[in-house]
Structure formats: C-alpha cells, structure tokens
C-alpha cells in the first residue's frame, strides 16, 4: 500500500477570514488522505484553535508577507510600506529555512494564498514541488503593493509545479503576467448541505432588510450600499442595511462623516452565525471593488436570498446567466434602481431565488477538496518522475 503524501500547508494569517476557511475546509477533508502538517506564522490564533479541534498538526514560524498593504495617506503608506520591508527582509533566510526544516521530510509545499512566499522559498531549499493556491487580485482587490521586484515574483510563480486558481477572471490575471505559468480553476467549495436553506419569501415593503457581508473596508465598497440605501429610505418604504464584518481603519468614520449614525444602519462587527442573521434577509449586496470568487455570494445563493453585485471581477460571472443582478460599480443610481427592480418585481426575486440555489449547490466542498487532491499527487507524481 502506498503511503500517504507528507505535505505542508502554508498559511498567510491566524485569522478565520475567507481564505483561511476556504484553506480549513479542505485541510478538513484531506486530513484523512494527506499527512498534513499546517506552517502557520501565528501561535495563538483562531486558525491554530480550529487545526487542534481536527487534530491537525501545525509548526509555528515566525514569517512576513511579501506584499504591503495600500494607504491613501502618503504619509501612512510611507511608514506602513517600510515597517512591512522590514518585516519582510528579517523572515527566515534559505539557510535559516534549511536548519527549521532539517528533521522534516515533505513531499510538497502548498501555499494558501499569494501573499506569503515562504512557501516558495521553503521548497526551493528542500527540492520539493510547490503549488500556489492564489485566492486573490492583490492589488485590484486589497490594494497589495509588493515588497520585491515584479521579476522575482514571476520567477516564484512561473516556477511552481502548478498554480490554482479560485475563478476564470483570476486566471485570466494570473497569466497575463505570468505567461509561462501552469494555471487550473478550482472554484472555491461549501459545506452546502449545512448551508442551505430554502424557503418562500415576501418582502415587508415597511422593512426591507439588506445585508453586506465582509471585511467593513474600502476594498469591498459598503459605502455605495450606505450611500443607495440613504436615498432609498423614504416614508412609504423602509429600508434597513447590515454590515457584518469587522470594521477596518477609519473606514466608519468615511462612511458616516461627521453624521450620527442612523437608525437604519447597522454595523454588527464579526457574526459567527451568518446562517441565523441571513434568514430575515432579503436581498444581498456585494459591492466590492474585485473580488476573486466571493464566498458570500454562494452562500447567499444557498440561503435563498438574492444577490445584487458589481460588475467586476469574479462577482460578474457568478451572476450571471439570470443568477443574480449586477450594477455598474460606483454607480449609486443603478445600483438603487437594481434594488428597486428586485423589491417590486415579485416574479424576478423568485426565478433568481430558485435558479440561484440549484446553481450554488454545484460548490461542494468534496469536489472542490478532490482536485486540489489531484493537483498536488499530480506534483508530487512529477516531482518522482523528474528525479
């Protein structure tokens, strides 16, 4: 019987946001096939609790991400930019990877996102494969600014055995600047049968509930939600607006200006249980800049709540086909006539609403699990025949 695959995962953060639940979702369904072990560069962490509950064996390294985040303040950007260079160039050398690594035998390097290169570097030292699994735009997205020259990057990239993809319109990115790449979509999966929930639904028009999910930041654009639903408030027709997610920088205080903030809005901070707080929902907004896939999207479709999204990134493609609707992103008044639309034409809401929750339960987590699988045996397979 041939043994199992000795593979290291590699985190960017200890934190649960969408890409580590996407990477503990499939350490939870491989954990049987693969003998994992997780790099994480946070001890204490919530993704660190998770990995202890599945028993998943995890190595704690002190490690940076290779890419900086944005600032609109010159003066902040300057400061945050050579903290994060600093951080960066002090991570562990070739040799200090070489020494941590030394009583390690792995097969493969698997890199949860594109944001860290310590996954890279780490089986370049070790002669191993190495597979990206890229969740994210960078700079079109989060604003990511690179620490290290374009050209070292692509090497990083166009040297992995293969890289996976969470959409077409990330792939499409991913190749055109690194042409020489080996890139396959693998979108992200879901528990479905735990998230879905179908039911028939009319809309209160004194108390129409719309909701934001994500991080509360500029990236995902809740300020054009705030700003449509402003508008739309009206003495014959109520509308409250949700925002779930942590609130990030001053982006609040953007938002609200020096306004109080209304009755109307509703900043929850981090819900646990979006499950529970989406079956008062009646519609969905996702207003992102670009999003990569856009877990919440999916998730929305399987409660049976339609999605009004951006015409960008991946969001444009999930909706389409009668999926859901999209407006033109930065335009408020499409975005309040596509609210308005949805409200008042009972028909639409339902047909999205059922072609939706059919469509959605295509992204289960088995299959999304199965070939990633695939890919990183296929690594490991070719890494044997080269040798």
């Not at 509950?53 to 950007?77: F, G």
């Not at 077409?168 to 999966?189: F, M, R, W, Y």
């Not at 700003?227 to 408030?233: M, R, T």
């Not at 609130?247 to 509703?266: F, M, N, S, T």
Request: hydrophobic fraction near 40%; charged fraction near 25%.
């Amino acid at each position: 019987m041939e043994r199992k695959k000795k593979i290291l995962f590699v985190s960017h953060s200890g934190r649960m946001s969408g890409a580590n639940l996407s990477f503990y979702s499939i350490i939870e369904q491989l954990k049987c096939k693969i003998d994992i072990y997780v790099l994480v560069n946070e001890k204490d962490s919530e993704l660190t609790h998770a990995l202890e509950k599945i028993s998943v064996k995890y190595i704690y390294l002190k490690y940076s991400w290779w890419v900086a985040h944005k600032r609109d303040n010159i003066i902040k950007q300057t400061y945050r930019y050579c903290a994060d260079f600093l951080k960066y160039v002090n991570s562990p050398t070739n040799n200090k990877i070489r020494d941590f690594f030394s009583n390690y035998e792995f097969d493969a390097v698997y890199s949860n996102t594109s944001t860290v290169d310590i996954g890279y570097r780490i089986a370049n030292v070790m002669g191993i494969p190495h597979v990206w699994h890229i969740r994210e735009f960078g700079r079109e997205d989060f604003g990511f600014i690179p620490l290290v020259p374009r050209e070292s990057m692509r090497r990083a990239f166009e040297e992995a055995s293969a890289i996976i993809a969470i959409s077409t319109a990330l792939e499409k990115k991913i190749l055109q600047q690194n042409p020489k790449s080996t890139v396959v979509v693998i979108q992200n999966g879901f528990n479905v049968d735990k998230l879905k929930y179908q039911r028939e639904h009319m809309i209160d028009c004194n108390n129409v509930k719309i909701l934001v999910t994500g991080q509360v930041s500029e990236a995902k654009g809740q300020i054009q939600a705030v700003e449509a639903i402003s508008k739309l408030n009206s003495p014959n027709i109520r509308y409250h607006l949700y925002l779930a997610g942590e609130v990030g920088g001053d982006y609040r205080k953007q938002i609200l200006g020096a306004k109080p903030c209304p009755e109307w809005l509703h900043f929850m901070g981090k819900v646990n249980n979006l499950f529970e707080i989406r079956k008062d929902i009646d519609i969905e907004l996702v207003c992102s800049r670009s999003e990569a896939f856009g877990r919440v999207t999916i998730e929305a479709m399987l409660h049976s709540i339609p999605v009004i999204g951006a015409n960008t990134g991946a969001t444009k493609d999930l909706l389409a086909n009668g999926l859901g609707i999209t407006y033109t992103y930065g335009d408020i008044e499409d975005l309040i006539a596509k609210i308005e639309c949805l409200v008042h034409d009972c028909q639409l809401y339902n047909d999205i609403v059922l072609k939706a929750f059919n469509y959605a339960q295509n992204f289960t987590i088995e299959k999304c699990a199965n070939s990633v699988y695939n890919i990183l045996v296929d690594a490991c397979k070719k890494s044997c025949d080269i040798i």
